[in-house]
C-alpha cells in the first residue's frame, strides 16, 4: 500500500512541473506573438521614409518575453538635405521678365495728346535732337511743331539717317556729321560687310552721334535790349528807346511750378518749357526794364515779354495768355509780369523761360534758384 501511495505521489508532482512548463511557453508564444502584431500595425500607419542606415542593437536572450523596439516603430528621420529649414526658397513670379534687346531700326511713334518732346525722347532712351535730326521736314527743327496724329521716326540710337551719295567717302561723311567712322561700320543696322565695307547710292545709312546744325528759332525773336545811354544799361544789341532803370541781382524761379514739362534746354531748344495751367501766374525773374511786351504769333512765341535786367542778361516770358506789364516799365523780382497760357505754336499750355547773356541763349537752370 505504501509503496503505491508513493508512486502516486510521484506521478502527480511529474504532471504539475509539466503543466507549469506548458503554461509558460504558451504564456511566450502568445506574447511573442501580439508583439509582432502591434509592430506590423505601427509600421503600416507610419509615412515611408528614406531607407536608414543599420545601427548595432543590444542582443535579447530568445525567450525571455521581452519585446525590443524595431526600426520600424521609431520616427522617422528625414536626413538634413530634405529638411524644410534646408529648402531653398523661390519668390513667386507670375510675370516673366525678358531683357530688353539692342534696336538697330527706326520705329514709327504717333502723337498722342499731352505728348513732349522730351517725354518722348525719355521714352526711347535718346536725346530730343536725335529726333529733330532725323524729321527735319516734318517738325522744321522746331520741338513745338509736334500735334496730335502727326507720325515722327525714332532712330535706334542718338545721331542721324543719310542718304549716301555716289562721291561720298565713309571719312567725308563722318566729318561732315562730326562722327567716327568706325561708329558708321560697326553699327549692326548699317549691316556693312567687313570685308568689303563700301556703301552703295542711294542707301539710307545711320550715323551713330552724328550732328547738323538746327535752326535757331531764337533769332527770328530778336533781343530786345533797353538803351545804353541811361544811367544803365545792356550792350548795344537790339537797344530800343528804353533808357536806364532797375538792375537786377540774382534770379529766382519765374513761376510757381518747378517741373518741366515739354521740353528742356538743348540745340533744339534753347529755353525751358515750365509746366503751368491756363492762367497760371508768371513772374519777372530779376529786377529790371520791360522791353518787350507784345501780343500775336510772334514767330510762335506767341504772347511774349522781354525783360533788360542792365547787368547784360535779358530774360524771355512767351506763350501768355495774357500780359500784365507795358514796355519800358520798371519791374522788381517777383513782379507779375503776364498768365501762363498756350498762344503761339504751343501745344498746351506751359510757360517757354528763356535766358539770354549778350543776344546768345544760355541754359536757365544754370543760374535760375
Known sequence: MKAMLASLRSRLAGADRFNLISWAVTFVLVGGLLAIALQGRSAAASPAAPAAQDTPSTAQPAGT????????????????????????????????????????????????????????????????????????????????????????????????????????????????????????????????????????????????????ELRDWTQDLQTAARSNTGTTGTSDFGANLCGGGAVGSGFGWPANSHQIS???????????????????????????????????????????????????????????????????????QGTLVGLAGSTGNAFGSHLHFEIRFGGSNINPLDIVQ
Not at 77 to 93: C, D, F, G, K, M
Request: proline letters at 8%.
Open 65 to 212: 518575453g521581452a519585446a525590443t523596439p524595431s526600426a520600424a516603430a521609431s520616427p522617422a528621420v528625414v536626413p538634413p538635405s530634405l529638411s524644410p529649414s534646408h529648402a531653398i526658397e523661390r519668390e513667386l513670379q507670375l510675370k516673366t521678365n525678358i531683357p530688353e534687346r539692342p534696336r538697330y531700326e527706326a520705329v514709327t511713334y504717333r502723337i498722342s495728346q499731352g505728348d513732349a518732346m522730351l517725354a518722348i525722347a525719355e521714352k526711347f532712351d535718346i536725346k530730343p535732337e536725335s529726333i529733330l535730326y532725323v524729321n527735319g521736314e516734318v517738325l522744321e527743327d522746331n520741338p513745338h511743331n509736334i500735334r496730335p496724329g502727326m507720325e515722327l521716326l525714332i532712330p535706334p540710337v542718338d545721331g542721324l539717317y543719310y542718304t549716301w551719295e555716289e562721291s561720298d567717302t565713309l571719312e567725308a561723311v563722318a566729318d561732315k556729321f562730326d562722327a567716327e567712322p568706325e561708329a558708321i561700320l560697326n553699327f549692326p543696322g548699317n549691316e556693312v560687310d567687313l570685308t568689303n565695307p563700301e556703301f552703295q547710292a542711294g542707301t539710307r545709312v545711320m550715323i551713330p552721334g552724328g550732328s547738323r
Open 262 to 332: 515739354g521740353n528742356g534746354y538743348g540745340p533744339g531748344h534753347l529755353g525751358i518749357d515750365i509746366a503751368a495751367n491756363e492762367g497760371d501766374p508768371v513772374y519777372a525773374a530779376s529786377a529790371g526794364v520791360v522791353t518787350m511786351a507784345q501780343g500775336g504769333y510772334n514767330y510762335g512765341y506767341g504772347n511774349v515779354v522781354q525783360i533788360d535786367h542792365g547787368n547784360g542778361y535779358v530774360t524771355v516770358y512767351a506763350h501768355l495768355s495774357q500780359y500784365n506789364v507795358a514796355q519800358c516799365m520798371s519791374v522788381g
